[in-house]
């Protein structure tokens, strides 16, 4: 099982930046790849970005050259930076770890970008 807790969302106006952080309760060394996806009130969730345990990153096309995904292996984290945020980017933001056939879900954190 694994544990997912996100933190760094907030309030930021149109064009901020914000860095979203991941911590899993066992090694991500373990966990075959993790991600980031959102929801916006009255749309689907999405995926925002993910990344394997070889690194190798995968993002979604509204946030390709504005967000950049990273594991520390380390630290047990993953980061999302968010540059030039839109107020289309306001969501809930989940973080996600694929283990053992499994995909765990984090309980999510806000981000609104005001215009």
């Known amino acids: 099982q694994v544990q997912l807790v996100e933190s760094g969302g907030g309030l930021v106006q149109a064009g901020g930046s914000l860095r979203l952080s991941c911590a899993a309760s066992?090694?991500?060394?373990?966990?075959?790849?993790m991600g980031w996806y959102r929801q916006a009130p009255g749309k689907q969730r999405e995926l925002v970005a993910d990344i394997n345990s070889r690194a190798i990153t995968n993002y979604g096309d509204a946030v390709k050259g504005r967000f950049t995904i990273s594991r520390d292996n380390a630290k047990n984290t993953v980061d999302l930076q968010m540059n030039n945020l839109k107020p289309e980017d306001t969501a809930v933001y989940y973080c996600?770890?694929?283990?053992?056939?499994?995909?765990?879900w984090g309980q999510g954190t806000q981000v609104t970008v005001s215009s």
């Open positions: 066992r090694t991500i060394s373990s966990i075959s790849a």
């Open positions: 996600t770890a694929d283990y053992a056939y499994r995909r765990y």
